[in-house]
């Protein structure tokens, strides 16, 4: 776990060409989900070379950033989504990393997770699996572990979550590189995860599996079927309205103009 | 909007009969399930080694955030930020106004030996350009120290910890506790307070929280601030104390701007905005050891220069625009003199006088631009022959000429700490709130406020002089 990737003789840094905003076109999408204030804004400087505001504090990032890079000849457009606990809550910050997640059709999505307290992280990791597969898990703050006597096997995270799991240090670099691999290895297919999913048996899984198809009927194209289909079980009435409305289908276009169309342009966490 | 389709209708109610099958308790057993996962993963993942920085960081923060000592030591830290803004400030800013106004100087004569027409002259270097200089003068050398102050708060993590102790004011005011946070982001700029009140999902704190916000003085305003109290308040103790109550006065009006802030927010929560605050998890992050390339580059490239430029933009047009007031004349009388006129009995009337009352209407794009334009407004055609190398020159100014007395320097800090946002943050309002009413409110609200204020302390002052 030494790799810099400042280092002009480390093939691994080569590979990376940070784009900054000049995204331009681009090949796969990757969104940097996680819960407040584990450093997804460092990992996103770090990988794009950008200089998105930063800050020791959870909350700070409240609208997305976008930026580019390059990896070994594949274009990259890396979205910085603002810190989420959890894929069920209501605030308008996290309503903007939601529905990224599960409409803006990522070819990959991040979970950066704070090795501190990875626990309380995985939470959020768990509730990403349930509902995607192209998923890596990110255990970033490595230092600040290690400072507090904290050391993490990142074999048996993940073998038990059945999707890639990087261990960084954004602020150093450190693992950058292994996290741009793991990337590339899940957008390309080189690997086929088998995500973790609670519940996997039992009623439950029967009730899912019995409504997606019939969620497929009415929204056609609407991906994370499985994700409404949840929470319609769960006696969610917003969802419930936005089926009737048509409301879900009109975010999911959106997501996915924006995806097409919009140029590339950086918002600063805090200035508009 | 589509009309209810039948396999919509079929698959809601094909849901419900799943739902009840599934029971009642279903959410918490999946909720549960996570939950447990989680710490199964976790525990087989985390391998620990007893290590004594974790105590470490719960010792600081038992006394940072213990409900004694917590709030003092956060005025402390407060007092201590404004001291060494104020105290390292002030030489920069001489060498820069003398540097400065030499080229003014040396532009204008060199226009005259040109033969330039003298409202060229005029216009470009005594209006435009003085501005401009008046501005970077006033405002670069604070905000160059107090930016990478406040960055390295902001990084060990401190801003949470003042959150956490003013919580529980926050909450008998019927606010939201984040809203701390949103204050912490309006020392730097009420826009970007404002913004960041999009972590606040309840609705009626998150308005709240919005309309509050231009109660913390914005970096714009830290330079009048600092200026009234090195030359007025700093002037009435010994040297040696000098800076210290100058620090203390700027302490003393963030104060009353989180007093004003509680209260607002306490009338709006028990009146138009009723409601009870919801609770919330905080979390108090790890102390970091901030990165000195990251403090540097934040606070100089994102704020200091950032805001400098915006009061650069505003005040050059604001420079050009007070050098025409002084000099289109009617009937021998320059414009500036009939529109400080008739603002006077205002100005009068709420401690101030007609020159103060316009710059706070030019300075409305920016109120950064509020002492520059006052001091180009009275120091009229004038060549920048005078020196200002000391608070003395500053008062013997104000005070020798403009008749200011200690009356005049509180009304103004206080008037400046409470009057109408910014243009860019009452647009910054509109978007989002996406209403008229509450923008009008937010835009409005302060300055009624802020005249009722200024107004009582003004009557109360000559009643007693």
């Known amino acids: 776990m030494s790799d810099c990737n400042s280092c002009s003789v480390c093939p691994a840094s080569s590979a990376l060409d940070r784009m900054g905003i000049n995204v331009g076109k681009y090949d796969y999408v990757v969104a940097l989900a996680g819960n407040p204030n584990t450093g997804k804004s460092s990992v996103f400087n770090a990988i794009t070379g950008l200089r998105q505001h930063t800050g020791n504090w959870p909350g700070k990032t409240v609208s997305r950033a976008e930026g580019g890079y390059r990896f070994k000849g594949n274009r990259y457009k890396l979205v910085d989504l603002p810190g989420t606990y959890s894929l069920l809550s209501a605030a308008q910050d996290e309503e903007i990393a939601r529905n990224f997640i599960l409409f803006g059709r990522p070819d990959c999505t991040v979970v950066v997770t704070d090795a501190t307290c990875l626990e309380r992280n995985l939470n959020l990791a768990l509730q990403v699996l349930e509902i995607s597969a192209k998923v890596v898990v990110c255990v970033n703050l490595m230092d600040e572990a290690k400072r507090k006597g904290i050391e993490i096997d990142a074999r048996a995270l993940g073998r038990d979550l059945g999707v890639p799991v990087v261990l960084t240090s954004a602020r150093t670099g450190d693992g950058l590189s292994a996290l741009l691999r793991s990337i590339e290895e899940i957008v390309t297919g080189e690997i086929t995860p088998e995500p973790h999913r609670v519940l996997r048996d039992g009623p439950f899984q029967h009730a899912v599996s019995e409504l997606i198809p019939m969620i497929e009927e009415i929204a056609p194209g609407l991906p994370n079927a499985r994700w409404v289909a949840m929470r319609l079980l769960d006696g969610d009435h917003r969802v419930r309205q936005a089926l009737y409305t048509g409301e879900l289908t009109q975010i999911a276009a959106e997501q996915k103009a924006y995806k097409e169309t919009v140029p590339m342009n950086i918002t600063y966490g805090s200035e508009e | ?465």
């Open chain 2, 1 to 465: 909007m589509n009309t209810p389709t039948n396999p919509t209708e079929a698959l809601l109610a094909r849901a419900q009969e799943l739902r009840r099958t599934l029971g009642s308790n279903f959410r918490d057993e999946l909720v549960e399930a996570i939950y447990t996962d989680a710490q199964t993963i976790a525990d087989r993942a985390v391998i620990r080694s007893g290590s004594g920085k974790f105590d470490f960081d719960q010792r600081i923060d038992r006394l940072l955030t213990s409900p004694i000592l917590g709030l003092p030591l956060m005025i402390l830290v407060l007092a201590v930020v404004f001291w060494v803004t104020i105290a390292g400030a002030n030489v920069p800013s001489q060498m820069l106004m003398t540097g400065l106004f030499w080229i003014e100087n040396a532009g204008s004569s060199l226009f005259e030996r040109l033969n330039a027409p003298w409202w060229l002259t005029g216009f470009v270097w005594h209006g435009v350009y003085r501005g401009l200089a008046w501005v970077v003068a006033v405002m670069l050398p604070p905000m160059a120290i107090f930016f990478p102050m406040f960055t390295i708060l902001e990084d060990l993590g401190y801003l949470p910890r003042v959150a956490f102790n003013l919580d529980r004011l926050f909450g008998k005011a019927g606010a939201h506790g984040k809203q701390v946070l949103t204050m912490s982001m309006g020392f730097g700029c009420n826009a970007a307070g404002v913004i960041a009140c999009r972590t606040i999902d309840s609705p009626r704190e998150r308005l709240i929280a919005i309309l509050t916000n231009n109660f913390v003085p914005c970096n714009g305003r830290w330079p009048t601030l600092i200026l009234l109290a090195t030359v007025f308040i700093a002037a009435a103790f010994p040297p040696k104390a000098a800076s210290v109550a100058a620090a203390g006065s700027v302490v003393m009006v963030a104060v009353i701007g989180v007093l004003f802030t509680l209260i607002i927010s306490g009338i709006l929560s028990r009146t138009v905005l009723r409601g009870t605050p919801s609770a919330f998890t905080l979390e108090l992050p790890p102390y970091r050891r901030p990165s000195l390339m990251r403090i540097l580059y934040t606070s100089f490239i994102d704020r200091t220069m950032f805001v400098l430029w915006r009061a650069v933009v505003f005040s050059a047009p604001a420079g050009g625009l007070i050098w025409l007031l002084a000099n289109i004349t009617i009937s021998g009388q320059p414009l500036a003199l009939y529109l400080t006129d008739w603002l006077e009995p205002l100005g009068h009337a709420i401690g101030l006088d007609g020159v103060i009352v316009l710059a706070f209407i030019i300075a409305v794009p920016a109120n950064e631009i509020v002492v520059p334009t006052i001091l180009m407004l009275y120091l009229g055609n004038t060549m920048m022959t005078e020196e200002f190398s000391s608070s003395n020159d500053w008062r013997s100014l104000f005070v020798g000429e403009h008749d200011w007395t200690l009356l005049t320097a509180i009304n103004l800090m206080i008037f400046s700490l409470l009057h109408n946002p910014c243009s860019t943050t009452i647009y910054t309002i509109w978007k989002e709130t996406g209403s008229a009413k509450w923008t009008a409110f937010g835009a409005l609200m302060p300055l009624a406020l802020g005249l009722v204020v200024t107004f009582l302390i003004a009557q109360a002052w000559y009643l007693f002089t």
